[in-house]
């Protein structure tokens, strides 16, 4: 223990609730060294993992990584919230008894970083400064160099955000211990891997993975998991699945700002990272805050919504990520960046990187390249010709700051005001271009009914939604119905409310295309939904909320937009709708304690679809 004193003194990490809770899990782990980290040792450390062969170069100033074949996305069966009150149980969160949970991850982990360093990450997931800060602060011990790597471009990392702690003992604690990949029984009966928040305890331990989510523990554990139970037990933020992006219109001088939840493959991360059309471009200026969570909470001096983006980087998908889906990420990969991918094609002799999508066909020449599991892509079978090059789950780790459009004030510390909370999935037909809606028990009973489809053609259900509230249902860690009442409360807060729609850019027409363009084009019907809520336009009442009418869509330079399409996905397809409410019922009848507003929001549309169809 002495040797650790040593360590933590010269590190300059003076706060004593840490100072115990790393000798602790030290102790437990067996590690064979302790090292704190800052962000300043981001140059060394990738030197060392270089010299290690943990990560190799990808061209300069960006770093290939691979992950053992069995870890490589998040894994929500072995993910569980855990607590020390029954009644934090939901229908989503695989709620567990902290009593339970803790001595078994403890077993786990104990020796299991024998011969290993334990490194000491002190991060902040909010903008230092924020009103969240309190929330937002943690530690993150683990036994993975790559893991620090990623948490310093995805976390703001320092000994300063824990010594200057107003309570010295409300931080996260995240404690990661990859174990022996080799042998954990992924997948099997015998799976040792867990994942657990104990979100009243405000404790994280993950235990069996390197990888991600699963390892990263700022991102998703403490980020969403931890922080939306937080936000619930101190009345005060929501904590959301959200992209976050500002609209400035040149010509008037006003900056807007839309926040909204999307499920897997339903666009978010390419609207987050969008850019004008090119017939807009003089005159909306679009700029990034994040692509995958906001914190939410109402300002008492003015009334408004705020929203920040915690995170300092983006780890995001590299299928499809491409200069037409993607440009503003492609820059913010490209070299210098200081960007490392995960699990993409690697050419040993070029350092070059390839992943499905990145172009329409892979590189011709296959000399030198190795897929995401590090075999020779010449090599391969005539059986496994065709398989990905790249793993479908491949990332890409990058600071916010490499963003182009990155947004001058993403880190103000008050974060932006929130004009819209939009919500979109994937959906063939039924669902519109867009669909505002203007009144808060609606737009948060729509959030808690979205949904993309899921094909399940053998048992007669095709096109039938699988429900993702609020795009949340991989992270909640506490009851569904108490998060809609939670929702009601902070929202219902504000004086001035924010605007709510539904968005789908994935309507099909009946030989198959899509009928909207998408991508860069989807601007058009956010610029709608700011006229609308200035009140500059009106649109169309429908029974599931306003539509636009074509006049009041911009749509300068859709020279190949059909009119028949166009009418298509302006319009709403009431026999769809009315089986879609059957649906929604029974999704909301899964959760206790649902507030009347939102069964009374569920009525409303209904009774309106009915009127619509008589």
Not at 575 to 580: D, V
Request: proline share 6%; net charge negative; aromatic share 10%.
């Amino acid at each position: 223990m002495a040797a650790i004193d040593a360590v933590l003194d010269e590190a300059g990490l003076t706060n004593e609730a840490v100072r115990s809770y790393v000798k602790h899990w030290a102790q437990h782990t067996g590690a064979e060294r302790v090292e704190v980290v800052n962000a300043s040792d981001d140059a060394r450390l990738i030197r060392e993992a270089l010299e290690a062969g943990e990560l190799l170069p990808a061209g300069k100033g960006r770093y290939y990584s691979r992950s053992h074949p069995k870890d490589t996305a998040r894994s929500e069966e072995r993910t569980v919230v855990a607590t020390n009150n029954p009644d934090d149980k939901g229908e989503y969160n695989n709620w567990r008894p902290a009593s339970e949970m803790r001595p078994m991850l403890e077993e786990r982990m104990a020796g299991k970083s024998a011969g290993k360093t334990m490194y000491v990450v002190p991060y902040v997931m909010a903008p230092p400064g924020s009103p969240l800060q309190a929330f937002a602060t943690g530690v993150e011990l683990t036994d993975t160099r790559t893991v620090v790597l990623h948490m310093i471009r995805m976390a703001r990392v320092g000994v300063q955000y824990v010594n200057e702690l107003a309570d010295p003992d409300y931080f996260v604690r995240g404690v990661h211990v990859t174990g022996d990949l080799d042998n954990l029984g992924q997948g099997t009966a015998d799976d040792q891997r867990y994942f657990v928040t104990i979100a009243d305890e405000r404790t994280i331990l993950h235990y069996g993975s390197s990888y991600g989510g699963n390892a990263l523990l700022g991102k998703i554990a403490h980020g969403l998991r931890q922080a939306t139970y937080d936000g619930w037990a101190s009345g005060k933020f929501l904590a959301e699945q959200f992209l976050l992006l500002g609209i400035t219109d040149k010509e008037t001088g006003r900056t807007y700002h839309i926040c909204g939840g999307m499920p897997s493959a339903s666009g978010k991360t390419n609207l987050a990272m969008i850019l004008s059309p090119d017939a807009l471009g003089d005159r909306y200026q679009v700029h990034f805050y994040g692509d995958d969570i906001a914190w939410l909470w109402v300002d008492e001096e003015d009334g408004r919504v705020y929203a920040i983006n915690p995170e300092y980087g983006a780890f995001g998908v590299a299928k499809d990520t491409n200069d037409v889906t993607n440009p503003t990420a492609v820059e913010a990969i490209s070299e210098g960046t200081g960007t490392i991918f995960t699990n993409v094609a690697y050419n040993e002799q070029t350092q070059d990187v390839w992943w499905e999508g990145k172009s329409k066909t892979p590189p011709a020449d296959t000399e030198g390249w190795r897929d995401w599991k590090g075999q020779l892509i010449s090599e391969r079978s005539e059986a496994e010709k065709d398989e990905p090059w790249a793993h479908p789950n491949s990332r890409f780790t990058t600071t916010l700051a490499n963003i182009p459009n990155i947004a001058p004030d993403y880190e103000n510390p008050k974060g932006v005001p929130v004009d819209a909370i939009i919500f979109g999935g994937r959906t063939r037909d039924r669902e519109p271009l867009i669909r505002a809606i203007t009144d808060l028990p609606e737009g948060v009973y729509d959030g808690l009914t979205l949904g993309a489809e899921a094909t399940f053609a053998a048992e007669g259900t095709e096109g039938v939604l699988r429900y993702d509230p609020m795009s949340m249902r991989p992270f909640m860690a506490y009851p569904e119905g108490a998060y809609a009442a939670h929702w009601l409360k902070v929202i219902g807060a504000a004086k001035e409310q924010p605007v709510f729609a539904h968005v789908n850019w994935f309507q099909r027409g009946e030989d198959g295309r899509f009928l909207w363009p998408g991508y860069r084009d989807n601007l058009r019907p956010l610029l709608w939904l700011m006229q609308l809520r200035n009140g500059e336009v009106t649109g169309r009442q429908t029974p599931v909320g306003i539509v636009p009418t074509k006049d009041e869509l911009q749509l300068e330079g859709m020279d190949d937009l059909r009119p028949d399409d166009l009418e298509t996905i302006l319009s709403i397809d009431v026999p769809r709708w009315q089986q879609e409410m059957a649906h929604r019922e029974q999704h909301l009848s899964l959760f206790r304690d649902v507030p009347e507003e939102i069964w009374a929001a569920h009525r409303r549309v209904s009774e309106a679809l009915d009127a619509e169809a008589t």
